[in-house]
């Protein structure tokens, strides 16, 4: 193996592993006379700084058209694996500028650094095709996560969300593991690269795909593996909830992509797993949508929101082809900016105010701050799939490709029969429950936006830095631009399949 | 080698059985390593001696000690789970993991292709697994030092907790 | 390498200890016995890469395993942070006490 190659496929992440040391650095040798917060910030930019070079970096390699290959799989950095890669990293940087305004504990650094090993997990989970290397990446981000969930630990909630992650993630990466030993008893490799030229089709492939799939569904969190979603969202720190919610959903999603696209053609893999998502989806939309519904809480109504979402992107994978591909992975990038950004503003208006995020905690953020709030009506309108920001693009080439692959009978019997009804029936029920997002969705906004009295738990402006602003009207601009203007990165997506 | 697999077979069930069901937290423990134990036979077995050297340094060895120290740590000295033995939702509890066994099983019953596999000559050395790690799997031996990294960092933060009472954990 | 012992023998006794494992998950309330019945389907599983590996002569399995244990271990040791963090804010470490998340 040329170790100079390796090298260079992963310059970017070895900034990020660099920065994230210098940020650790930087706290223990420099910063002890300093107060949390200062050191937070410093941390903060450190980490930031970091993070635009190696975005740097991988523009820098985009525009060379490098493609790199590392063996067994394990790297597949094409152009669709480095704009993974600069997803997740510019998720990060979204996420590093909230978590400077505030940090839960005096561990400032170590906050900061554990946000960034995630990253790193993530941004190899999204560009693997090797099953070992994903699930040691999976495992470094669940830790990471697990750790960062319970970072609060002044607050016993935090510490028992952080256990109930851990609980279920732990079974779910031992699901994983087994999927994964399974899928290598009967392929005999671990480069999901070389099941296209694979043809035996035996109950062990069919269990271990199932079970590597349970693995990704937990941290997609589909129904059945959702359980630990709403308490996560409500009780890790603010940035952390966007965190969960965006960057692991993100890179499970581009895995799970390349998982599926990668089954070895023939009608029986489709069926075999057919099925099992169908009825996952379907169950997400239902229980996810009607869950939000009788939330008062504004995280936890988020989180039963990202519930129903993980069900409408689990229609581009039923779908089966190319452009449903490419449409759920334009969704969940949707998706997650969408995500990061409200929960960016629900952090800036509440934490630093001890508000537990009840929707009456927002009341009169209109007036207080009427720019961020007009954000954060972006963020919610464009999850509820409002023409024309990104979120309703995102599910009309969601349910364009669905319906795609529906042959077309004026025969009802023969429309709705077999996989055909499956997907038209998926479709409908999606329509509807999007019509039902809208009335919790337009719940949160009255709250802050409608209400005439001010809620005391409402922050002030102060410690609310301009870079924060941008960052928030950065990814409100994106989510515009992405609605009125999506050509051409869903066609960069297509092409990649 | 049959009799040794089915002794170190039955030791293992026995061990994990011990480990699901006693109540008294010491005794699973001890149930645990006997179960650790008897899967680095079983590696053995198969083979794998480098597999059965790090399975009894790692588990015997680090996690049971640790987990000994949680005890310690969290149920006064004896150990004694006086609440925790009772099940919650045990029926359904029941049926799940039993669902999961008959699908877990199911190859084993029905790819034929399963039972004329044989084993293959003794390929399996250290010094292959070694080559491996450095030729193909270096990228994925980083990662796992940055999960190492995340681990330590993490457990550190969560198990030391805020010094709410001022700023008394300079000694970092 | 008599020939009697199967592949499927070594996979029947690792699903058994996955389902040992599983069923402790669900039914015990004490955290750290759960922490422990991961830790047992963990190891069920390797037990079952290590026979596969063993019975194509492919070494991927083992290194696989080799991974999975110092995973398992980096997991024990964040599961008991975790643990101790909530048993010094709750002095409990059983389930039922958990109750403040839901509301």
Redesign the interface.
């Known amino acids: 193996m040329d170790y100079l190659t390796l090298l260079e496929a992963t310059l970017p992440d070895l900034i990020v592993v660099v920065a994230l040391f210098a940020a650790l650095g930087v706290d223990y040798g420099l910063c002890q006379g300093k107060s949390p917060h200062e050191r937070g910030r410093i941390a903060g930019e450190v980490s930031s700084i970091g993070l635009l070079l190696a975005l740097c970096c991988l523009a820098f390699q985009w525009m060379q058209g490098s493609v790199f290959e590392i063996a067994e799989g394990q790297l597949n950095l094409d152009a669709t694996g480095l704009a993974a890669k600069a997803i997740v990293y510019g998720l990060t940087l979204a996420v590093i500028r909230f978590a400077t305004r505030h940090c839960p504990t005096t561990h400032a650094s170590e906050y900061h650094a554990l946000i960034l090993l995630s990253a790193l997990g993530m941004g190899f989970l999204a560009t693997t095709e090797n099953l070992l290397l994903a699930f040691v990446a999976l495992e470094l981000v669940s830790l990471s996560l697990y750790a960062l969930v319970a970072f609060k630990t002044s607050s016993p909630q935090s510490a028992e969300a952080g256990l109930k992650y851990f609980a279920f993630g732990g079974v779910a990466s031992a699901f994983f593991v087994f999927g994964v030993s399974y899928l290598y008893g009967a392929t005999g490799s671990l480069d999901i690269g070389t099941w296209s030229d694979w043809s035996d089709r035996s109950t062990l492939f069919a269990l271990g795909l199932v079970f590597v799939l349970v693995g990704l569904g937990f941290k997609v969190a589909v129904v059945p593996f959702h359980l630990w979603a709403p308490d996560v969202y409500q009780s890790a720190p603010t940035p952390v909830a966007a965190w969960v919610a965006s960057g692991s959903k993100v890179a499970s999603v581009f895995f799970l992509v390349k998982l599926i696209a990668a089954l070895p053609p023939g009608p029986e893999t489709a069926t075999m797993i057919f099925a099992p998502l169908a009825t996952a989806a379907i169950f997400s939309m239902l229980i996810g949508n009607l869950g939000a519904l009788r939330q008062s809480n504004l995280k936890r109504l988020l989180a039963y929101a990202s519930i129903a979402n993980g069900g409408y992107l689990l229609i581009g994978l039923l779908a089966g082809s190319p452009d449903g591909y490419a449409a759920s992975i334009f969704y969940v990038v949707v998706y997650a900016l969408a995500n990061v950004g409200a929960f960016g503003v629900i952090g800036l208006l509440s934490d630093r105010m001890k508000g537990d995020g009840r929707l009456e905690d927002f009341s009169g953020s209109w007036r207080r701050h009427p720019g961020l709030s007009f954000a954060f009506l972006l963020f919610l309108l464009s999850s509820a799939g409002i023409p024309p920001l990104a979120g309703f693009v995102g599910k009309y080439y969601l349910f364009y490709s669905a319906f795609d692959q529906v042959e077309m009978s004026y025969v009802l019997g023969e429309l709705l029969s077999g996989r055909n009804g499956w997907l038209v029936f998926l479709v409908c029920l999606a329509l509807v429950m999007s019509v039902i997002s809208l009335y919790y969705y337009v719940l949160a906004l009255k709250a802050f936006l409608v209400s005439e009295d001010e809620s005391p738990h409402l922050d002030d402006d102060e410690g609310i830095s301009p870079g924060i602003k941008l960052c928030v009207f950065a990814l409100a601009l994106l989510v515009l631009i992405l609605g009125v203007y999506p050509g051409p990165f869903m066609a960069f997506l297509q092409a990649a399949f | 080698m049959t009799i040794a697999f089915y002794v170190f077979a039955s030791v293992a069930l026995l061990g994990a059985i011990l480990a699901v069901q006693v109540t008294n937290l010491v005794r699973a423990v001890f149930g645990l390593l006997l179960f650790f134990g008897a899967l680095a036979g079983l590696f053995l077995l198969l083979m794998a001696e480098f597999l059965a050297a790090v399975q009894i340094l790692v588990y015997v060895g680090a996690v049971g000690i640790l987990m000994l120290f949680a005890i310690m740590l969290t149920q006064r000295v004896t150990g004694d789970d006086r609440r925790g033995g009772g099940s919650r939702g045990g029926f359904w509890g029941f049926l799940l993991a039993i669902a999961t066994f008959c699908f877990v099983l199911l190859p084993v019953l029905r790819d034929a292709h399963l039972h004329e596999q044989s084993a293959t000559g003794a390929s399996l050395t250290t010094k292959l697994l070694g080559e491996r790690l450095m030729d193909p799997y270096a990228l994925t031996l980083e990662v796992t030092a940055l999960l190492l990294t995340a681990a330590l960092l993490g457990a550190i933060v969560v198990a030391k907790g805020t010094s709410e009472d001022g700023e008394g954990e300079e000694n970092e | ?13 690792a ?76 002095k409990s ?4 006490d ?1 109750n ?3 509301r």
């Open positions: 390498m008599d020939g009697v012992l199967g592949i499927e023998e070594y996979l029947v006794v699903s058994i200890l996955f389902c040992i494992g599983l069923l402790g998950v669900i039914l015990r309330r004490n955290v750290l016995l759960i922490l422990m019945c991961l830790e047992l389907m963990l190891n069920a599983v390797n037990l079952a890469l290590v026979a596969f590996a063993r019975y194509s002569g492919n070494m991927d399995g083992v290194i696989l395993t080799f991974f999975a244990i110092t995973v398992a271990a980096a997991e024990v040791a964040i599961g008991l942070a975790i643990l101790v963090a909530l048993y010094r804010r709750r470490i059983f389930l039922q958990l403040l998340l839901g």
